[in-house]
């Protein structure tokens, strides 16, 4: 006897999340820190290299990633440098 699946197709193989795939180590904690400088980047752009470090860092912990020093004072730096958004006014 089938077992009842409701119609619904099998699902996709996942052996290669199992065996590790072909990703690079540490790929989660760059989609997080690629995440996190882009929300920044909307958030703090304009203000300065201290309080965008400061936002970088408090958002990386949150998602559990030590941030690397030399690599967000280069974030910073660039987030800061970027001309402020100016205020969304649509309702």
């Keep these: ?16 999340l199992a065996s590790g795939g072909t990703r690079a180590v540490g790929w989660q904690a760059q989609l997080r820190v690629d995440f996190v400088v882009n929300k920044v980047t909307q958030t703090h752009r304009g203000q300065t290299e201290d309080q965008v470090k400061q936002a970088l860092q408090d958002q990386l912990r949150v998602f559990g990633v030590v941030p690397n020093a030399k690599q967000m004072a280069i974030y910073a730096a660039a ?13």
Excluded at 79 to 91: A, E, F, M, V, Y
């Design 1 to 16: 006897m089938r077992p009842n699946t409701g119609g619904m197709e099998p699902l996709a193989s996942v052996s290669s």
């Design 79 to 91: 987030i800061s440098s970027l001309p402020q958004l100016p205020p969304n006014t649509k309702r």
